[in-house]
């Protein structure tokens, strides 16, 4: 019985395991950089760059059709763009790096559904807002694997000053003058998964699988590293629970696997040790003299 609920579909269906180890990828990659974007405060921001990038890999529609080269490309170079440019708009006037970002997120949406809509059908905007996880072929996987491994190599190469940066900005800036360099290095890396998260969850939905896991592990643990482990088992749990969902009722994978997370989500706003209701009703030893 256990079987026929929890593996036989995976072990039945090809689509389906390429599904569960493309969402696994983006749950270890992805997962952990939305720890640091949700403790600098900046859990919106991903959701702006999921959309900054849509013009990029919209051009490269246009170019060249359903090209996971093109459209990956130009959702890079688009995304890299935004970071960047946000930043330097940020130095440069009296607006903060969010303000910035939300201007670039509403122009991009705009402009990538205008450019799909020139060439493509609903079929084609559907399939670049929401992803098709349960389509992913052998080159999607191989570049989800390829980003997620770039991104946790990166993320460990800048994990000191980046955790610095993120609690501490002003300490790092007395010792150090990298502080500017990890940001876009950070931005660069969010953008980096994004665009996997495009291919498989398409970009209204990719950074459900960043954010959700990292602020359901918030309300259970204060550790950072503690912080960042629950959240890639989070949306790893999220990942499989989704699909399964929709296998069994023939719902859409993608939005099943952020409901999925979703669920976590309340699950931990319910008994989360570290900031759930249960805790106010929880008694708590008092200090003693």
């Known amino acids: 019985m256990l079987y026929d609920w929890l593996i036989a579909p995976f072990a039945d269906y090809?689509?389906?395991r390429r599904a569960l180890v493309g969402s696994c990828a983006l749950a270890c990659a992805g997962a952990p950089l939305g720890v640091f974007l949700l403790l600098r405060r900046m859990a919106l921001s991903g959701d702006a760059l999921?959309?900054?990038i849509l013009p990029g890999a919209a051009l490269g529609y246009l170019v060249a059709g359903l090209s996971l080269p093109a459209m990956t490309l130009g959702g890079v170079l688009a995304g890299f763009a935004v970071a960047l440019g946000s930043g330097a708009v940020a130095r440069a006037?009296?607006?903060?790096?969010?303000?910035?970002?939300a201007a670039f997120y509403l122009v991009s949406l705009a402009l990538g559904v205008t450019l799909v809509s020139v060439r493509g059908s609903n079929v084609d905007l559907l399939h670049v807002l929401f992803g098709s996880v349960l389509a992913?072929?052998?080159?999607?996987?191989?570049?989800?694997?390829?980003i997620a491994s770039v991104t946790l190599v990166?993320?460990?190469?800048?994990?000191?000053p980046l955790v610095l940066e993120t609690l501490d900005p002003g300490f790092l800036n007395s010792v150090s003058r990298v502080g500017a360099a990890i940001q876009s290095a950070f931005l660069m890396l969010v953008a980096l998964n994004l665009v996997a998260g495009f291919h498989a969850l398409g970009t209204l939905l990719s950074?459900?699988?960043?954010?959700?896991?990292?602020?359901s592990a918030r309300l259970w643990t204060h550790n950072?590293?503690?912080?960042?482990?629950?959240?890639?088992?989070?949306?790893?749990i999220g990942a499989y629970a989704g699909l399964l969902a929709s296998y069994f009722l023939g719902l859409p994978s993608g939005p099943l696997i952020i409901l999925a997370c979703g669920a976590l989500y309340v699950l931990s706003l319910v008994a989360g040790p570290a900031g759930g209701v249960m805790r106010k009703f929880t008694p708590r030893a008092h200090l003693e003299g």
């Open 14 to 16: 090809e689509f389906m």
């Open 50 to 52: 999921a959309h900054a």
């Open 93 to 101: 006037t009296a607006l903060r790096e969010e303000a910035s970002l």
């Open 136 to 146: 992913l072929d052998d080159s999607t996987l191989i570049l989800l694997a390829s």
């Open 154 to 160: 990166g993320l460990a190469a800048i994990y000191r």
């Open 207 to 215: 950074v459900g699988m960043m954010m959700l896991p990292a602020i």
């Open 224 to 236: 950072m590293s503690g912080m960042i482990a629950l959240a890639g088992l989070f949306g790893l």
